[in-house]
């Protein structure tokens, strides 16, 4: 994104989000919103270089032109290392300001190369809060659980599960919403698993939705009252199907038909009225084989 306004020379404000092998976290984006505010309170005119892997189509560090500019702003991040002293020799011109950054060696090059430091830590000066703490931010997303497979060989040629995985993913990829990745399978020496089924079903309760392609994803979203979006990845269905149907939930797609229209008309089905009836039907561990919803809501969302 670029500004304008009434200020004076046009600044470029990097971070390690800017270098084409470097990457984007949550912290540094947040960070960079706040510089990015304070820039637009007063109305200060500058543009944001971005790694073309995270953000493909906007200005990268190669199409900046250095002689655009007065000011280089580093956000947030370690200064360190060959990329970051680059900057100096780049914008040799600007006058260059770190904010928000850890100093690993006061004498390294990438530090020393700043004209006005203001780091969070890594001086004698006491440290600072991180930018990110006080960052605006934009409205609260859906938290949609993903658990997915692609094993079960057993199932041969009609498997479709790495086609199924990569078209989901794709999607979720540009649909508004916060990811969660989970994994049924328990692993009690993995802090990163869970090691018991209470543990899983405990991160499932504080979802908004699964979407998954596994038979206990589906089965464990529905016991826990979190509408699932199912994926049979099994050429002509198979488990997933089936427990779909004894379950009474019509939030299915088979692999063979998946696109983003189909994924996002359920998606939001789930969320909206799918969530409300599953809050209404019996309790799953009841003993009532019944189906969960009622019939009228067989239909699902209109295509």
């Given at each position: ?11 470029l ?8 092998d470097?990457e984007?976290?949550a912290?540094?984006v947040l ?9 637009e309170d007063?109305e200060l005119?500058y543009d944001?270089a971005?790694s073309?892997g995270f953000?493909?189509g ?11 500019y ?6 947030c991040?370690p ?9 100096h020799?780049t914008?040799?011109?600007c006058?260059r300001?770190a ?12 530090v020393t ?13 006491p ?11 934009g ?5 949609v659980g993903?658990?997915?497979?692609e ?7 009609r ?11 794709s999607?979720l990829?540009a649909?508004t919403?916060?990811?969660?990745p ?8 993995d802090?990163?698993l869970c090691g018991t089924?209470e ?6 309760e504080?979802l908004?939705a ?9 089965v464990?979203a ?7 979006l199912a994926?049979?990845?099994v ?8 427990q779909a ?9 088979p692999a ?16 909206t009225r ?7 039907a019996?309790?799953?561990?009841s003993g009532?084989q ?8 067989d ?5």
């Amino acid at each position: 994104m670029a500004t304008t306004g009434r200020g004076g020379g046009r600044t470029l404000i990097t971070g390690w989000f800017s270098f084409p092998d470097g990457e984007a976290t949550a912290g540094d984006v947040l960070a960079l919103n706040r510089v990015r505010a304070v820039f637009e309170d007063r109305e200060l005119p500058y543009d944001v270089a971005w790694s073309p892997g995270f953000a493909p189509g906007e200005l990268g560090l190669d199409q900046a032109v250095p002689e655009a500019y007065e000011r280089l702003v580093f956000v947030c991040g370690p200064l360190h290392g060959p990329q970051v002293a680059a900057l100096h020799r780049t914008f040799a011109h600007c006058r260059r300001v770190a904010v928000g950054t850890s100093v690993i060696d006061p004498h390294d090059p990438a530090v020393t190369g700043f004209h006005r430091l203001l780091p969070r830590d890594g001086t004698t000066a006491p440290p600072r809060q991180d930018l990110s703490l006080r960052a605006p931010r934009g409205p609260a997303v859906p938290v949609v659980g993903v658990i997915l497979t692609e094993g079960q060989h057993e199932y041969g040629g009609r498997r479709l599960h790495a086609e199924a995985a990569r078209a989901v993913t794709s999607w979720l990829a540009a649909r508004t919403c916060a990811p969660v990745p989970l994994e049924t399978r328990l692993d009690r020496t993995d802090g990163r698993l869970c090691g018991t089924p209470e543990q899983l079903l405990s991160v499932l309760e504080r979802l908004d939705a699964v979407v998954t392609d596994r038979l206990h994803g589906l089965v464990l979203a529905l016991r826990c009252r979190v509408p699932p979006l199912a994926i049979d990845p099994v050429r002509g269905g198979a488990k997933v199907t089936a427990q779909a149907r004894a379950c009474g939930w019509p939030a299915l797609l088979p692999a063979e038909r998946l696109d983003a229209p189909a994924l996002d008309r359920w998606l939001d089905w789930c969320l909206t009225r799918g969530r409300t009836a599953l809050r209404r039907a019996p309790a799953p561990d009841s003993g009532d084989q019944a189906p969960l919803l009622p019939a009228a809501l067989d239909g699902g969302p209109a295509a």
